[in-house]
């Protein structure tokens, strides 16, 4: 049997506002990332070390918000290698929400979809009212499509070319 590289971990002697959930990677590079629940606001409140943000729809259809942050390396790595195997490390603890939610025998939530694979981490929500822009640490909302677009190639610096395509993810 092959082991995943990724490892959920509970800390069962948690307590307080210590972090109680954990990934471990346990291929190059090798960390461990805590995970913690956030509200929606609290995304703008960017940690010092590398972080990939988690935005699921649970099967009672509410957003839930996690972060995972990297707080134990275990060998030398850059910071870009690190995030390349922190922002698949999301998909596979949506895939343990989701497999909690089934053992529950509830309905099976559904993450919010990142853009595109070329800009991992952004997320671009549009509702009948406006439209948000969830990306490193930075939460933008938009009256139109066009002042949205304006911000993500002015002040984000996203090539136009890459706006063309993507999953826009509509919530009423």
């Known amino acids: 049997m092959k082991t995943s590289k990724y490892l959920i971990c509970n800390d069962i002697?948690?307590?307080g506002d210590q972090?109680?959930?954990f990934i471990l990677h346990n291929q190059h590079p090798r960390?461990?990332?805590k995970?913690?629940?956030l509200e929606f606001e609290e995304l703008e409140n960017r940690p010092d070390k590398p972080f990939a943000d988690?935005?699921?729809?649970?099967?009672?259809g509410a957003m839930l918000v996690y972060?995972?942050?990297v707080i134990e390396y275990y060998e030398r790595a850059d910071e870009e290698d690190v995030l390349d195997e922190l922002f698949p490390a999301r998909d596979?603890?949506?895939?343990?929400l989701q497999d909690i939610e089934a053992e529950d025998g509830g309905k099976e939530g559904f993450p919010v979809k990142d853009f595109s694979p070329e800009l991992p981490g952004l997320k671009i929500l549009q509702s009948s009212i406006n439209w948000t822009v969830v990306y490193n640490g930075v939460i933008a909302e938009f009256a139109s499509e066009d002042e949205?677009?304006?911000f993500l190639e002015n002040d984000l610096n996203i090539e136009p070319a890459l706006l063309d395509k993507g999953v826009i993810n509509e919530f009423e």
């Open 67 to 69: 972060r995972l942050t």
């Open 148 to 150: 949205m677009d304006e």
């Open 13 to 15: 002697m948690a307590t």
């Open 92 to 96: 596979y603890y949506t895939r343990y």
């Open 31 to 33: 960390f461990l990332a």
């Open 35 to 37: 995970v913690e629940g």
């Open 19 to 21: 972090p109680a959930e």
């Open 54 to 60: 988690i935005l699921y729809v649970n099967g009672m």
